[in-house]
């Protein structure tokens, strides 16, 4: 089993950054996907960004530019740079790893974005 813990959320004005940071309970070394979604109030979750153990990742056009994944295996933590934020950025962001077809999800932070 693998537990998730986020840390990094607050309350940022628009165009500020922040890092939210994923630390995970055991070795993230053989876990093959890692990265972050965000659920807004009233909204679906919705996919952040993404990584695997090759380093190869993924962002939806809506965060591409400004976010950028990574993760530390020596640390078994993996980060979120944001930058540039939006008001429409403000979410509960979650970790997630896929491992052996399990999803394991993190409590969540909460990013709040004011104009």
């Known amino acids: 089993q693998v537990q998730l813990v986020e840390s990094g959320g607050g309350l940022v004005q628009a165009g500020g950054s922040l890092r939210l940071s994923c630390a995970a309970s055991?070795?993230?070394?053989?876990?093959?996907?890692m990265g972050w979604y965000r659920q807004a109030p009233g909204k679906e979750r919705e996919l952040v960004s993404a990584?695997?153990?090759?380093?190869?990742?993924n962002y939806p056009d809506s965060v591409k530019g400004r976010f950028t994944i990574s993760r530390d295996n020596a640390k078994n933590t993996v980060y979120l740079q944001m930058n540039s934020l939006k008001p429409e950025d403000t979410a509960v962001y979650y970790c997630?790893?896929?491992?052996?077809?399990?999803?394991?999800w993190g409590k969540g932070t909460l990013v709040t974005v004011s104009s």
């Open positions: 055991g070795s993230i070394f053989s876990i093959p996907a």
């Open positions: 997630y790893a896929r491992l052996f077809g399990v999803d394991y």
């Open positions: 990584i695997t153990t090759g380093g190869s990742t």
